[in-house]
């Protein structure tokens, strides 16, 4: 397994919709076995595949001990009133917001041998189902903020950027800790 490099926000990668996975091979479960190793150097609680430069439809999840590969992982229900809570992004360091969602959701999804399963999911799991399924389509959680916060966020990653260039992100896992945010996905 190997640690990959995350792409930050700018890289035209994290905008780009996914395909879907057509046969789950040795080689994408390579890919899920990186991504989540990625996940967990990074202290995340979800990764995307496009923020590690691909374009797989392919996430990954981890929250509090509740692990999931998601491939070609869709929404089959989403209920109850929208609620606010803080999200961040492995993608967008040292940027949070608040983003409402609904609360219990219902995906589908393959897991690494090609089985297809369902979850339903509320508070911080749902969530981080919600925004990696958002990943897949070239969304992220910014998106979703007040135009006012949007540009307050955005103000402040111009200057968080200057320590990614090229948009890449190298986790380094010997800083264990310094960024560490249990809601960065
Ligand atoms: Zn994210």
Same mark, same amino acid.
């Given at each position: ?40 150097? /990074? ?25 999931? /590969? ?48 369902? /979850? ?32 307050? /966020? ?32």
């Amino acid at each position: 397994m190997s640690i990959l490099d995350i792409r930050v926000l700018g890289d035209p990668v994290l905008r780009k919709p996914t395909k879907p996975v057509i046969e789950v091979t040795d080689e994408l479960r390579r890919l899920v076995a990186d991504m989540f190793e990625t996940m967990y150097a /990074a202290e995340g609680i979800g990764l995307a595949a496009p923020q590690v430069g691909r374009s797989e439809r392919v996430a990954v999840v981890d929250v509090e001990g509740k692990k999931y /590969a998601l491939i070609n992982p869709q929404l089959v229900s989403r209920n109850g009133a929208p609620e606010k809570a803080e999200e961040g992004c492995l993608s967008i360091p040292d940027i949070y917001g608040d983003v409402d969602r609904q609360p219990e959701v219902t995906i589908r999804a393959l897991d690494e041998n090609g089985n297809q399963y369902e /979850a339903s999911a509320n508070e911080l799991l749902g969530r981080c189902f919600q925004h990696e399924i958002d990943h897949l389509d070239g969304k992220l959680f910014i998106d979703y903020l007040s135009p006012l916060k949007r540009r307050a /966020a955005l103000a402040k990653w111009e200057k968080e950027k200057e320590g990614y260039p090229g948009n890449i992100r190298k986790v380094r896992t010997e800083v264990k800790g310094e960024h560490h945010h249990e809601t960065e996905m």
